[in-house]
């Protein structure tokens, strides 16, 4: 059995940006500690249920920095004493370059946390106050500055594209911006306008759909050439500094999920708990969400990937590779949507870009 990736859902944030979905809200430190004492209690208590090593372990939100050192480390501690096993952890944690994070990460690494992904969106000022950071560019550099400092060395920068006011050149400024700062990792994603929050009420100009085409095979190419790998759909990464954890949703392994709105596959079996975090503190059962795992699943989820589909990979999970899954690869590689190898198949940036489309030609 492979190790499992786990996961803890932080829902707080200091101030919601107007475009933001995920379950999160204010809160005071009575409430952290709260939270913290019912995450440590749910680790222990699926540790003792599934009984397997853990290899990743995501503090995402939500903003999880704000918790502080502490808190933090009482997390990861609690998460290896109750999936022990494991020596070589990678341990992410999310958090917004607007607070002052030297002495966070000084403790957050004295206990294993040793991956930071820093929601940077933008390196133009005017665009991050429409979008309602809390951030400037320039808090960017001290945050990425303090990590490395703790000893943290494997550093992901996200960025957001499709933003309002912006064009090929905030974009091109942005990756400088972002390339300046020497991360290992790369996340960016295409900006959409989710029901129910501010934006979706008060839509911005936006550019429209082929300058957001233009802008992400410009983001793909210009990576490239900087010496990151597209090994997914939103993200790239230098040599090896593929996110293990991400690794593990997209190659359709096992993942447990805590916290409130988190997800999990465990067993064959998706569930998640819900987006309250009351519910969460009182001890409310995840609500479950179906089976998971299976070949169309494992195809939609694989061909995010820039290895896409390996024949041997699927065949050893689920026998023959379908007869007419080739045809269809074949058809969508004369379209340029699919580049064939003697191994298998994978979709080409031009696939990436309207992938939901072409993955619903095999489904
Ligand atoms: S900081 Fe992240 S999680 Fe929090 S509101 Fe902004 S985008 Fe959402």
């Not at 004493?81 to 999310?94: K, S, V």
Request: a negative charge; hydrophobic letters at 35%; proline letters at 4%.
């Amino acid at each position: 059995m492979t190790n499992l990736g786990l996961y803890v859902h932080t829902p707080f944030c200091a101030k919601k940006c107007n475009y933001c979905d995920f379950y999160s809200f204010r809160a005071d430190g009575e409430t952290y500690d709260l939270y913290v004492k019912k995450v440590q209690e749910e680790l222990m208590r699926w540790g003792a249920r599934t009984v397997r090593p853990i290899d990743s372990l995501y503090l995402g939100g939500g903003t999880p920095s704000l918790l502080g050192g502490e808190r933090i480390a009482s997390v990861v501690s609690a998460a290896k004493a109750a999936f022990p096993g494991c020596d070589d952890i990678e341990i992410t944690l999310e958090c917004n370059p607007a607070d002052d994070l030297e002495s966070t990460f000084t403790t957050a690494a004295a206990a294993g946390v040793n991956r930071v992904s820093v929601g940077v969106q933008s390196a133009n000022e005017e665009i991050l106050k429409i979008l309602g950071r809390r951030h400037t560019a320039n808090d960017v550099g001290k945050t990425v500055r303090d990590a490395r400092l703790a000893g943290i060395n494997n550093i992901s920068l996200d960025l957001m594209i499709g933003l309002p006011k912006s064009g090929i050149s905030d974009v091109k400024n942005s990756l400088n911006f972002l390339l300046e700062q020497n991360p290992e990792h790369i996340s960016v994603y295409i900006l959409k306008v989710e029901e129910g929050t501010p934006f979706y009420k008060n839509t911005p100009a936006l550019p429209d759909e082929n300058e957001v085409s233009e802008q992400y095979l410009f983001v793909s190419e210009y990576l490239k050439q900087h010496g990151f790998g597209h090994y997914e759909i939103s993200n790239f990464a230098k040599p090896g500094r593929e996110s293990r954890h991400n690794l593990k949703y997209w190659n359709c392994e096992e993942y447990l999920g805590i916290g409130p709105a988190a997800h999990s596959f465990l067993g064959g079996k998706r569930f998640y708990y819900d987006r309250d975090i009351n519910k969460f503190l009182s001890g409310t059962a995840p609500i479950p969400d179906g089976t998971g795992g299976d070949r169309e699943e494992y195809l939609m989820l694989r061909l995010r990937l820039a290895d896409g589909i390996i024949y041997n990979e699927f065949e050893n999970r689920f026998g023959v590779f379908p007869c007419e899954w080739k045809k269809t690869a074949e058809k969508l590689s004369e379209m340029g949507y699919v580049e064939l190898t003697d191994k298998g198949f994978a979709l080409t940036a031009k696939g990436f870009l309207v992938s939901n489309a072409v993955i619903g030609e095999f489904i």
